[in-house]
């Protein structure tokens, strides 16, 4: 890397104690950072300079760093994991912002996404829809042969659609009613349009609503920023999916 | 685990439903009131002849009741809706921007129109519906002039201005309520719902543009 390569960025970042602290925005400068660099190896050299300074480092969460497992996040410039279409911030390179840009990092803001600290956001809602109902328990028997229970391809396109959905929770983040809709609908949908998942689909509906409701998300008004912000493109078609699973679940009493 | 009643009503795929179930009726009400407001080119007689049948008719208090109903319901449950979501993020955003690939001007500005048109449809019973009373007498019967107070009270141009400015909002509502209610009560395809989303725009237009034109129309041909 040459020297003239390497960006110099101002950095607006939410600092936050613990989940009772008061936060506020601090402003860090960051030198030596590669155009080649993702956000969060940016991250890790402004924390690099921040311990050399004996400074504490700003907390994020990330995994894979590969766009596969869902545990990054956060708000850059105002949108969801950044300006990149479906791009998570694990992947989303330093070249897509300019030498000297002032960058806004904030943590995914929800009633049911309380900071943990810094731009650490607890997501354990999610688990708990997962748990309300994100499953099959009906005895589906072993293993078939590849071919024996046929799925049209259209069917099999929509559920694999859905089925991409990893979780991280930029749909909330991004929705201005921090809803959870596109998420809770691409779980619903990726089993009820399987044969296996269809005999429990609207119950699945029911129960997964009825809980993410009680966590504190919002209501959906059909803005779309959740499709238009999801890392995996995930399409509010879900939503309608689960909507007409949801309506015709609770009237036929499951 | 069945939901109970109680859960589903207060579930935020009900609460929604509710919403767009009541704006599609009430649209369907803007229809008929649109086409019953395009007398006023046909003349005076139709006019008040048609405004009459339909007062006089004892069915119309159910008609009204039922009409109050979807009002209060659809605002009711936009309300509380719009409080709860406000609720579901306590602490905003330093920095919030749109991506442009989903949220139009339209779909967030939904509560603002809503209250828009609430202030008008007060204003607009009370100039009108409850508005000053003429009499005029065809084939023996009496009845309220009600062309004669739609020319007055459309001659001065703020009134006018009032009444478009009103209309422009109902269209933007319109524009995103229309599909909208379609998505909350569960449908979606992929060609067919673009195509949905295009026709309501074209239904705010000819709604939106209706109701405005008939003011200006009243405005410019009555002076004369
Ligand atoms: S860190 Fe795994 S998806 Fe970004």
């Known amino acids: 890397m040459s020297e003239s390569n390497s960006m110099n960025l101002k950095l607006k970042i939410w600092r936050q104690l613990n989940s009772n602290a008061k936060g506020k925005m601090v402003d860090y400068q960051v030198s030596g950072v590669s155009p080649d660099m993702s956000f969060l190896e940016m991250l890790d050299v402004l924390n690099d300079q921040l311990i050399t300074k004996g400074e504490d480092p700003v907390v994020f969460d990330h995994d894979c760093r590969e766009g596969i497992c869902g545990m990054c996040s956060l708000m850059i410039n105002g949108q969801a994991h950044g300006p990149e279409e479906r791009t998570t911030t694990c992947q989303l390179h330093m070249r897509k912002f300019k030498d000297g840009d002032t960058i806004i990092v904030e943590p995914w803001r929800a009633k049911a996404f309380p900071v ?24 589906t028997g072993n293993a078939p042969d590849a071919n024996a229970i046929p799925i049209s391809k259209e069917n099999a396109d929509f559920a694999m659609d859905a089925a991409a959905c990893i979780g991280c929770g930029a749909c909330v983040a991004s929705c201005k009613n921090a809803s959870a809709m596109l998420f809770v609908s691409a779980k619903v949908s990726q089993f009820s349009l399987l044969p296996q998942g269809e005999v429990e689909s609207k119950e699945r509906a029911v129960n997964m609503v009825n809980k993410m409701d009680s966590l504190g998300f919002g209501n959906c008004t059909n803005e779309a920023e959740c499709e238009a912000s999801c890392p995996k493109g995930i399409s509010i078609s879900n939503i309608a999916r689960m909507n007409r699973e949801y309506t015709s679940g609770a009237v036929t009493g499951k | 685990m069945s939901s109970t009643l109680a859960v589903t009503l207060k579930s935020s795929v009900v609460k929604k439903q509710l919403v767009g179930v009541t704006g599609l009726l009430l649209c369907g009400f803007l229809v008929t009131h649109l086409a019953g407001n395009f007398l006023l080119l046909v003349g005076p007689e139709a006019f008040n002849k048609y405004g009459h049948a339909l007062t006089s008719n004892p069915l119309i208090y159910v008609a009204e009741a039922g009409l109050l109903a979807l009002f209060l319901g659809h605002m009711g449950m936009a309300i509380r809706v719009t409080l709860q979501n406000k609720s579901a993020r306590p602490e905003g955003y330093y920095m919030k921007t749109r991506t442009g690939r989903g949220s139009t001007f339209a779909s967030s500005s939904m509560p603002y129109t809503g209250i828009i048109l609430l202030a008008f449809v007060i204003f607009h019973l009370q100039g009108i519906k409850f508005g000053e009373v003429y009499n005029v007498t065809y084939d023996g019967v009496v009845m309220r002039d009600l062309y004669r107070l739609t020319f007055e009270k459309f001659s001065t141009l703020p009134y006018v201005g009032f009444y478009v400015l009103s209309m422009f909002a109902m269209a933007v509502h319109l524009s995103h309520g229309f599909w909208s209610a379609f998505q909350s009560v569960g449908f979606f395809h992929t060609r067919y ?20 034109f008939l003011p200006i129309y009243c405005f410019l041909t009555g002076a004369n």
């Open chain 2, 193 to 212: 719902t673009p195509a949905l989303r295009k026709s309501a725009i074209a239904f705010a237009l000819v709604v939106g543009g209706g109701f405005s």
């Open chain 1, 116 to 139: 943990l600290k810094d731009l650490m956001v607890d997501r354990s809602a999610f688990d708990d829809i997962i748990q309300a109902g994100g499953f099959i328990s009906v005895n």
